[in-house]
């Protein structure tokens, strides 16, 4: 198994920065894309940004150039920066992460991390 702890969640005032980190630990065989994605209540959750173990980004439209999504593979670790954040940014952020076993990938979430902004 595998298990995700999230922090650097928080209320942050419209404009201001927030630092998202995601670390994974346990049974872990290789590490492939690991990601951000948010939910707001009532809607589905969605793809925030992803990087491969490679490290290529993909990033939805709605943060393109405010935030960067990183990963140091040796922690084991992937970062969401958050800069010139708005109110619609507010919801619960969560990260998956992929373990590519030798019996396929499985894909882990994390208990999800609150991000507030106020306007």
């Known amino acids: 198994q595998v298990q995700l702890v999230e922090s650097g969640g928080g209320l942050v005032q419209a404009g201001g920065s927030l630092t998202l980190s995601c670390a994974a630990s346990g049974s872990i065989f290789r590490l492939g894309v690991m990601g951000w994605y948010r939910q707001v209540p009532g809607k589905q959750r969605e793809l925030v940004a992803t990087i491969t173990s490679g490290g290529n980004t993909n990033y939805a439209d709605s943060v393109k150039g405010r935030f960067t999504i990183s990963r140091d593979n040796a922690k084991k670790t992937v970062y969401l920066q958050m800069n010139s954040l708005k109110a619609e940014d507010t919801a619960v952020y969560y990260c998956?992460?992929?373990?590519?076993?030798?019996?396929?990938?499985?894909?882990?979430w994390g208990q999800g991390t609150q991000v507030t902004v106020s306007s």
């Open positions: 998956n992460v992929n373990d590519l076993t030798t019996y396929g990938t499985r894909g882990y």
